[in-house]
């Protein structure tokens, strides 16, 4: 589990340069430009400034699409709510992950500002797993070691998040296509982790004692 918590981060990272993609992209377009060029191509283009530019500002436009973002976020989390009964949480993560990471990759591949930009879109969708991978976490854990298990394995991929930054952050810089090969593929790969992982939906539901009862192994006389 703390595998699949590591390369959830990689994800934040990427989340965090959302407004900088979408305020690159928006101006792009509202410039007439943007047209056949992928996302990374975007991130890359250096815009002429004018006199109204202000440093750190964002696009009104660019701003109202980050808050559809996260509605849409929203709404996908409410509908998988209504299926995570009958297809379990396990089986959820997984095809969330690899749909997610196969449009990570695809960012690469559509020629298209908007296309492009749509298959970001999806591959940040994948937020919606960690609430997935916290439940599977406590599942695992007898219920005295649960409230421990769960701490400290987000207290460590918390401290990591800011090497993965820091990569993510270079990586978009110097190699934008490489840094969604690698990411994308890998957080696709958190599907075989996922597979190793018993179905919760077979799992006998485990009934701990009551509070202040005891059980003892000695046989009664």
């Known amino acids: 589990m703390a595998c699949l918590f590591t390369l959830y981060q990689l994800l934040e990272a990427f989340l965090l340069w959302a407004p900088n993609i979408a305020n690159q992209l928006m101006e792009l377009l509202q410039a007439g ?4 060029l992928t996302l990374c191509q975007i991130i890359a283009a250096e815009l002429d400034n004018d006199e109204d530019y202000v440093a750190c500002s964002v696009n009104s436009t660019a701003m109202w699409l980050l808050l559809a973002t996260c509605a849409l976020h929203s709404v996908v989390t409410v509908l998988i709510s209504w299926v995570v009964d009958a297809a379990g949480r396990r089986n959820m993560s997984i095809g969330i992950t690899l749909a997610c990471g196969v449009a990570g990759v695809l960012v690469n591949l559509v020629p ?3 296309g492009s930009a749509l ?3 999806t591959f940040t969708t994948a937020v919606v797993v960690l609430g997935f991978y916290v439940a599977i976490t406590v599942s695992l854990f007898p219920t005295h070691l649960r409230s421990m298990a769960v701490a400290t394995t ?3 991929t918390r401290v990591m998040s800011v090497g993965f930054l820091q990569l993510v952050n270079y ?3 110097h190699a934008c296509e490489l840094g ?3 990411c994308s ?6 599907a075989l982790v996922l597979a190793l992982l018993p179905d ?10 009551p509070a202040g009862e005891h059980y003892s192994s000695r046989p009664e006389h």
């Open 33 to 36: 430009g943007g047209r056949g």
């Open 185 to 190: 593929a890998l957080f696709a790969s958190s």
């Open 171 to 173: 990586l978009l810089a």
């Open 154 to 156: 987000m207290l460590g």
């Open 180 to 182: 969604f090969y690698v």
């Open 200 to 209: 919760d939906r077979r799992q006998p539901a485990r009934v701990d004692a």
């Open 112 to 114: 298209d500002a908007v």
């Open 119 to 121: 298959m970001f879109l």
